[in-house]
């Protein structure tokens, strides 16, 4: 994005740019209420003994449980495995932040991209996919690859463990400042809010 006057300009100047998925760059057509309803049922059914309050996101919900059920990870997200993977072809792309995601790839910037999502690893890899733009990204960190969902900051530690990333030239580029932005304050990486500038976003 060559535009200086792009309000993404600020994004082009760290080497490293940190993604998150759902309303940033496809929108899962999930109606989140509902769901999180059926997974608090869910839940109480499967775990007996799970409490929660009543008013966490499905993703809060999941890390209170993993909170109670530390060895029972695979087994908690099985809800929202069935739940992601019946609403595929209903994604809607966000067409600022794909074509921004295409000029960061630029070849000549040498620029590392990553995903960090509170959705399934097979979720954001099907959805890039179909972007095409699963290229893009050297790796794709889902909830059921890191354990925890934002805003633990378990993958900031996984990203520079692994993929050996420099937090310190990192920024997030996200919708939810409450899981997005709450992860980058604890890990002490910038964040850009993406919503503003896009289309669909709620
Ligand atoms: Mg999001």
Redesign the pocket.
């Known amino acids: 994005m060559s535009d200086s006057k792009s309000p993404f300009e600020i994004i082009f100047s760290y080497p490293v740019v940190l993604f998150?998925?759902?309303?940033?760059i496809m929108s899962l057509a999930i109606d989140w209420p509902a769901a999180r309803e059926s997974c608090r049922a869910w839940l109480t059914e499967k775990f007996p003994g799970f409490a929660t309050g009543t008013t966490e996101r499905m993703d809060e919900m999941e890390a209170a449980a993993i909170g109670q059920f530390p060895d029972r990870a695979h087994d908690i997200f099985e809800f929202r495995r069935q739940l992601e993977g019946s609403e595929m072809e209903e994604h809607t792309p966000q067409p600022e932040v794909i074509s921004l995601v295409r000029d960061l790839a630029a070849p000549k910037d040498a620029r590392r991209l990553f995903i960090i999502?509170?959705n399934l690893h097979a979720t954001v890899k099907t959805g890039l996919r179909a972007l095409g733009l699963a290229g893009h990204f050297e790796a794709i960190l889902g909830i059921d690859d890191v354990g925890l969902p934002k805003p633990s900051i378990k993958a900031a530690h996984l990203l520079h463990e692994q993929y050996g990333v420099d937090l310190q030239k990192s920024i997030l580029v996200?919708?939810?400042p409450s899981?997005?932005g709450e992860f980058c304050r604890l890990a002490g990486i910038p964040y850009f809010n993406i919503q503003p500038f896009t289309t669909h976003c709620r």
């Open positions: 998150d998925y759902d309303r940033t999502s509170n996200g919708d939810s899981t997005d």
